[in-house]
């Protein structure tokens, strides 16, 4: 297949389009929530000054080569994940550099920032960092696999491995979602949404809402940038394949941003309602709710 | 007074089987004193950078004293810090700010230098209430410091027992400006007099078992 | 509490009853028959519930005053058992097996009184004062002002107004 040179400065247009969107997105939101709690909230550039002040400052310690890796991988995850996956489909200029088959590279750059993560905050050798560790690739682990089985039920029903295919199968009208046609895959697959989020009820990792501690306890100035940058891509890019696989993809920037934000909300409003689960209580969770309803997609397709 | 048997030198027999000596204070720390760290190259960046730091001040979540009281309230609906681009950190690694709230006994005194040497350059102090200044309502006790600055070097002092939350949001609006000016230089000031602060430190701290230099 | 007080003066040699409220009583009685007097209370009496054990420093009779104060919680009533030990070299009997929560009021007092109790768990660990060089703070011979002035930097300017030198020059202001 031919390699076209011009795809890298358009894939590099989306990446910086996300960026902002993931920025501005994740303040807007905290700004609902505040707003909801009756206070006026951050500000809603906060996002980016946090990132120019860590940036900036002037000194910063390192724990050995894996501690400074780690934030590359986990932003590595984030990048590869947004660019492999078409973003506007039937657009030219960002159907980023997807190919056949990117779906199971979706599936493998997902799992990988939370990996390089894991490795990094080992190095640093603190014992928050080592808890948070344990907790957060247990749970991970658990809440991947009903997104893996819905993945493969669509790709069974659909018949092919290439997300672009998967979105021009869905085009025509709402009720050729795959929400409509394969609802037990998009239900197994919204339940490990919520979990991958790292909102309540699965937020035991990083305790609050930003980034605190947990893994990063000892990451810090830079790394912590990096970290934060891939805070704002990587739940846009998840959220985009959520939105091409599921809900029909977007044709359009407008239409993009109404999906994102819609799905992102799906997470925050369950986030609000409910209360922390222990790990144990989330692996549970997700093995006897959200496993079965991937099998029985699987198995009707 | 002897220090705890984890910090003392001793062989230790690895997993492996191997034995090895290790002396904790010296191997898991390394011995250089803070060195001075210059602002950025141009002053446009510089000014960049402190406009930054202004409005995105992360406070250390450690109460010190009973002014942590004061702090809590910040974090509600009604005074609401977020707003001012003020988050509390769990981690003096992630944190720009100290906030010394109330009085410090020598105890907390060691714990309080040792997260203060962790954070990373650069950082800033406040000085809450009245204890700080002068030692307040702890004048004569055997156990408290009555002047913070000669064991820390303090930007600003909000003064009261306790203030209200409403000066501590005008105690930050103060900090901004100083930052904003580029006299926010509190961790260079350390640095420079570092033998100064320690001479003080080690004074009224009779049992240090602590790096010279934690960081 | 006068008839816990007669049925106790037969068992032991007790000093008077100070009876504060109708639920508070406070009795001395000497050293060495304070553990069998504690597990009477604990066992016959109900008082199962040590509050508190505390020192008062009396610095003219050279003695220290230990306090034990015992609560009925079923009865809601409290009794203290005073016991007075001599200054030099105070020491007393621990009651750490009777109470496991009398070790950390053990250790408190030998930090801040200096009296020691042999035996029970973690006497010596520091409690709140680390590297502590000087006598026993809480003993009435340790000047707090003076240890303060010496060992920590003052800053100057400092000035202080006794309240009732200043109502008195205010609303006498003829009298010397």
């Not at chain 2, 609006?173 to 904003?180: A, F, N, P, S, V």
């Not at chain 3, 040699?13 to 504060?20: I, M």
């Not at chain 3, 007092?109 to 006598?135: A, K, Q, T, Y």
């Amino acid at each position: 297949m031919q390699f076209e040179w011009i795809k890298i400065p358009y894939a590099l247009l989306t990446l910086f389009i996300v960026v902002n969107f993931g920025m501005l997105l994740g303040a807007f939101i905290q700004k609902i929530g505040a707003r909801v709690g009756r206070r006026h909230g951050i500000p809603i550039y906060q996002n980016y000054v946090d990132l120019i002040k860590n940036y900036g400052l002037r000194s910063s310690i390192t724990h050995g080569t894996m501690f400074y890796l780690g934030p590359v991988f986990r932003l590595a995850g984030g990048v590869g994940l947004l660019l492999f996956v078409p973003t506007i489909y039937g657009s030219e200029m960002f159907s980023n550099l997807s190919f056949a088959g990117d779906l199971i590279l979706a599936l493998y750059f997902v799992f990988f920032g939370t990996l390089g993560m894991a490795l990094g905050a080992a190095e640093s050798g603190h014992p928050h960092a080592a808890i948070g560790i344990t907790r957060g690739l247990s749970q991970m682990t658990s809440a991947e696999l009903p997104f893996a089985l819905a993945v493969f039920s669509v790709s069974l029903q659909y018949q092919t491995l290439s997300i672009t295919d998967i979105v021009a199968a869905q085009q025509g009208s709402i009720l050729s979602w795959t929400l409509f046609t394969n609802p037990f895959a998009v239900a197994a697959a919204m339940l490990s949404f919520l979990g991958s989020m790292m909102r309540p009820p699965f937020d035991v990792v990083l305790a609050p809402q930003e980034i605190p501690i947990g893994p990063p306890t000892e990451y810090h100035s830079s790394y912590l940038a990096l970290m934060q940058t891939n805070r704002a891509i990587f739940p846009i890019a998840k959220i985009v394949i959520y939105m091409n696989l599921f809900f029909g993809g977007a044709a359009s920037w407008p239409v993009f941003a109404l999906k994102v934000f819609l799905i992102y909300m799906v997470s925050v409003f369950v986030g609000v309602v409910f209360p922390r689960f222990r790990v144990e209580q989330s692996i549970r969770w997700f093995l006897v709710w959200a496993v079965p309803l991937g099998i029985l997609s699987i198995v009707l397709v | 007074m002897s220090m705890k048997p984890e910090l003392l030198k001793r062989m230790v027999k690895g997993p492996d089987g191997v034995e090895f000596e290790v002396e904790p204070l010296r191997d898991y720390y390394c011995e250089a004193p803070p060195t001075v760290m210059p602002a950025a190259y141009s002053k446009i960046v510089e000014g960049l950078f402190n406009w930054a730091r202004s409005e995105s001040i992360w406070i250390l979540g450690f109460g010190t004293g009973c002014g942590a009281i004061e702090m809590r309230p910040l974090m509600t609906p009604r005074f609401d810090a977020y707003r001012y681009g003020v988050q509390w950190r769990p981690t003096p690694r992630q944190a720009n700010l100290f906030i010394i709230s109330g009085y410090l006994s020598t105890k907390t005194l060691k714990r309080a230098i040792r997260s203060y040497e962790q954070m990373q350059n650069p950082k800033y102090v406040i000085g809450l209430g009245s204890c700080t200044v002068n030692g307040g309502m702890y004048w004569d006790s055997y156990n408290t410091i009555k002047r913070l600055d000669d064991y820390l070097p303090v930007d600003l002092y909000i003064t009261g027992c306790m203030p209200r939350p409403e000066a501590l949001l005008a105690g930050f609006e103060d900090l901004k400006k100083i930052i904003r000016a580029g006299k926010g230089e509190g961790a260079n000031q350390y640095a420079e007099r570092f033998d100064w602060y320690k001479a003080n430190q080690k004074q009224v701290i009779h049992d240090w078992d602590m790096p010279d230099y934690n960081w | 509490m006068r008839e816990i007080y007669d049925r106790l003066k037969h068992l032991f040699p007790l000093g008077e009853l100070t009876e504060q409220r109708p639920d508070l009583a406070f009795v001395t009685l000497p050293a060495e028959f304070l553990r069998s007097a504690l597990l009477h209370l604990r066992d016959q009496e109900g008082f199962t519930h040590l509050v508190l054990l505390t020192a008062v420093d009396w610095l003219e009779d050279g003695q220290f005053q230990l306090t034990y104060l015992l609560s009925n919680r079923t009865q809601a009533r409290d009794i203290g058992l005073r016991v007075m030990i001599p200054r030099d070299a105070a020491t007393m009997e621990g009651i750490h097996d009777v109470w496991p929560t009398a070790a950390t009021y053990q250790r408190e007092l030998r930090e801040m009184f200096g009296i020691d109790f042999p035996g029970s768990p973690g006497v010596n660990d520091d409690f709140i004062l680390e590297g502590w060089h000087d006598i026993p703070p809480y003993r009435r011979d340790f000047d707090t002002k003076k240890y303060a002035e010496e060992n920590f930097s003052q800053r100057p300017g400092r000035a202080t107004t006794d309240p009732a030198q200043h109502m008195k020059e205010q609303l006498y202001p003829g009298e010397a």
